[in-house]
Nanobody, 119 residues
Framework: QVQLVESGGGWVQAGGSLNLSCVASGRISNINAMGWYRQSPGKNREMVAV???????HYGTPVYGRFTISRDGAKNTLYLQMKSLKLEDTAIYYCKADYQDGFDLYHYWGQGTQVTVSS
């Protein structure tokens, strides 16, 4: 199993920056991708950014060019650097890990961290 703990959320003014972290523990050697997702009230959870073990990064259209995902060398911490934040970036941000066990793929989620952008 994998445990994920996010941190770094908070309140920021529009145009500002915020950095999120996600620490993974447990059987992290079986993780083949990690990513950030977000959900705001009344909306579906959406992909923000994902990164594969090979280092390929993919971003959701709303955050492209403003957010940067990264992962440390030990592969146990995932980061999300957020710049030029907009009101519509307000959401709960979740960390997700895709865990491969043989032919089975499991998804693990963190508890989420609130990001609030105000004018």
């Amino acid at each position: 199993q994998v445990q994920l703990v996010e941190s770094g959320g908070g309140w920021v003014q529009a145009g500002g920056s915020l950095n999120l972290s996600c620490v993974a523990s447990g059987r992290i050697s079986n993780i083949n991708a990690m990513g950030w997702y977000r959900q705001s009230p009344g909306k579906n959870r959406e992909m923000v950014a994902v990164m594969t073990n090979g280092g390929s990064a993919h971003y959701g259209t709303p955050v492209y060019g403003r957010f940067t995902i990264s992962r440390d060398g030990a592969k146990n911490t995932l980061y999300l650097q957020m710049k030029s934040l907009k009101l519509e970036d307000t959401a709960i941000y979740y960390c997700k890990a895709d865990y491969q066990d043989g032919f089975d793929l499991y998804h693990y989620w963190g508890q989420g961290t609130q990001v609030t952008v105000s004018s």
